[in-house]
């Protein structure tokens, strides 16, 4: 059995910081890549950020670009989110997901968290 619990979500300001931390257990975690994606109210579910099995490739959606950091430590079995210079429009549902990449780009497996509310409100 794959599990994957969030946690680390909250209330922030416009312009803050958040790290979104994502546990695994009972799986070989360094066999998959990993990825957070995110869902806000009334919008679909999109793609935010993967990491490639090693941690040696990483890709992010243009909206966080510049802004986000993923990263994983095989080791503990962690996959991090790191948030800054959060924006109003970042509010959502933040979920971990484990999946595979390939050249044509990162596919999302069935294994995911329950999710991590994020709220970005002055």
């Known amino acids: 059995q794959v599990q994957l619990v969030e946690f680390g979500g909250g209330l922030v300001q416009p312009g803050g910081s958040l790290r979104l931390s994502c546990a695994a257990s009972?799986?070989?975690?360094?066999?998959?890549?990993m990825s957070w994606y995110r869902q806000a109210p009334g919008k679909e579910r999109e793609l935010v950020a993967f990491?490639?099995?090693?941690?040696?490739?990483?890709n992010y959606a243009d909206s966080v670009k510049g802004r986000f950091t993923i990263s994983r430590d095989n080791a503990k079995n962690m996959v991090y989110l790191q948030m800054n210079s959060l924006k109003l429009e970042d509010t959502a549902v933040h979920y971990c997901?484990?999946?595979?990449?390939?050249?044509?780009?990162?596919?999302?497996?069935?294994?995911w968290g329950k999710g991590t509310l994020v709220t970005v409100s002055s």
């Open positions: 997901n484990a999946g595979r990449y390939r050249l044509d780009g990162y596919r999302a497996g069935d294994y």
């Open positions: 009972e799986f070989t975690f360094s066999s998959y890549a």
């Open positions: 990491i490639t099995r090693a941690g040696s490739t990483t």
